[in-house]
């Protein structure tokens, strides 16, 4: 992939900083959604103690450094695309922000460690990401390359979009009344449109002239899509595959809805909810 992206100008970067305790120190924890995987979050997302603060001011201005421009540069060109789409739904796109931090962070929706992987809080409109990440997912899942790192970021901003359609609102409000099982097999429908937004992101950011697919692209975000479908995840973890248990969906479905939205570019294909067997 190379890279010609102006910055986004919507990076908070807290990288180095301690992060941790919710702010205000009530009691309650709130389910971060939105997760790159689907992972249990119980022991991960925990709270603090009262009274401890965030350390450190974050930096100000665009990043500097290689892997912190490239997030930016990413999150700057979903903005065009997904201003774009808005528009042509007759809404305004609002802009995400974006945090990048070191070991944990705090948000809205609950202190979070970097092991629950890059997610999206609903509450504050923020994506954040621990870039070690990156890491982890070229090392543990054989994933690495520019483009699946885009993925990751096109994939969170996409839960984004559906949290200003009102989309993720009404899976939360569906939860109450359904049984876990039918509860998880929504949140695999929320995950793989997220998917489908990441795909329908790289068609339409092609045209944007600020990257240019080269050889070998599109499987980089494929494998990445393979490699963290909860059946593999599962398989890896506790050597079974349970599919009540899943909240993301398969290698295949992930694999499948990021496809046709790279095939399509076409907001209207993306209904994973009125889909069926994928
Ligand atoms: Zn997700």
Redo the contacts with the bound molecule.
Sequence with gaps: MQWFGKGSGNIEDRRGMSGGAIGGGIGIIVVIL???FGQDLTGLVSQLPIGETTQGTPKTGDPTDREGKFVDGVLASTNQVWEQQFQEMGKVYEQPKLVLFTNNVQSACGSASAAVGPFYCPGDHKVYIDLSFYQELQNRFGAGGDFAQAYVIA??VG?HVQNLLGISERVQRARATLSEKEYNRLSVKL?LQ?DFFAGLWANHAQNLKDFKLEEGDLEEAITAANAIGDDKLQKQAQGEVVPDAFT?GTSAQRMYWFKKGFDTGDFRQGDTFNSTPL
């Design positions: 939105g997760l790159f994939h969170e839960h995950e997220a993301h």
